[in-house]
T-cell receptor
Framework: DAKTTQPTSMDCAEGRAANLPCNHS???????VYWYRQIHSQGPQYIIH???NNETNEMASLIITEDRKSSTLILPHATLRDTAVYYC???????????FGKGTHLIIQP | DTAVSQTPKYLVTQMGNDKSIKCEQN?????MYWYKQDSKKFLKIMFS???????INETVPNRFSPKSPDKAHLNLHINSLELGDSAVYFC????????????FGSGTRLTVV
């Protein structure tokens, strides 16, 4: 699975959009970009994933650049409950599980 | 109607003891996993089971053994517990290689004293 690079931490004001970047310059053609988050003391939670098109669901939007070397997770209206560690993971198929990096600690400020 | 449930939530035990952590999923997923999150918060995969076959064993000590009585259960047995085994252990499940996402349990905090 390709390696990802994320900022260690970010702050965002409550009610504003939180934009979390991720670089994955070595991504290969069949690898997807996944985003998970872990709220303190809970299990990781799936947010969204995509291959090359932008994706949106009830939780977030995922913007993938045309060259697929980077992506941005957007939480449109951040709330205090969105404070968590966000993990960007790149992987292809297979049942070999997820490889987690250090993630970005997003802190939503009131 | 919890999707992935683990028991117990907390486990405190002495060094040298043998303990088990249970995991059940009611999602009909075909693969289950165990992850370990240490004190530095790194999440590392330990095992995965697909159709009762072990797929991965990421250099985990053989004191750890996963056991899957059926597709909905993956239990983790730990023999001769050591202080370094203290961590949070997460169970997870997925379908079709995880293409539609993984579902994690809420974790078991193991403390070895």
């Amino acid at each position: 699975d390709a390696k990802t690079t994320q900022p260690t931490s970010m702050d965002c004001a409550e009610g504003r959009a939180a934009n979390l970047p991720c670089n994955h310059s070595t991504i290969s053609g069949n690898e997807y970009v996944y985003w998970y988050r872990q709220i303190h003391s809970q299990g990781p939670q799936y947010i969204i994933h995509g291959l090359k098109n932008n994706e949106t669901n009830e939780m977030a939007s995922l913007i993938i650049t045309e060259d697929r070397k980077s992506s941005t997770l957007i939480l449109p209206h951040a709330t205090l409950r969105d404070t968590a560690v966000y993990y960007c993971i790149v992987r292809g198929g297979g049942a070999d599980g997820l490889t987690f990096g250090k993630g970005t600690h997003l802190i939503i400020q009131p | 109607d919890t999707a992935v449930s683990q028991t117990p939530k907390y486990l405190v035990t002495q060094m040298g003891n043998d303990k088990s952590i249970k995991c059940e999923q009611n999602l009909g997923h075909d693969t289950m996993y165990w992850y370990k999150q240490d004190s530095k918060k790194f999440l590392k995969i330990m095992f995965s089971y697909n159709n009762k076959e072990l797929i991965i064993n990421e250099t985990v000590p053989n004191r750890f053994s996963p056991k899957s009585p059926d597709k909905a259960h993956l239990n983790l047995h730990i023999n001769s517990l050591e202080l370094g085994d203290s961590a949070v252990y997460f169970c997870a499940s997925s379908q079709d290689g995880g293409g539609r996402g993984y579902t994690f349990g809420s974790g078991t905090r193991l403390t070895v004293v």
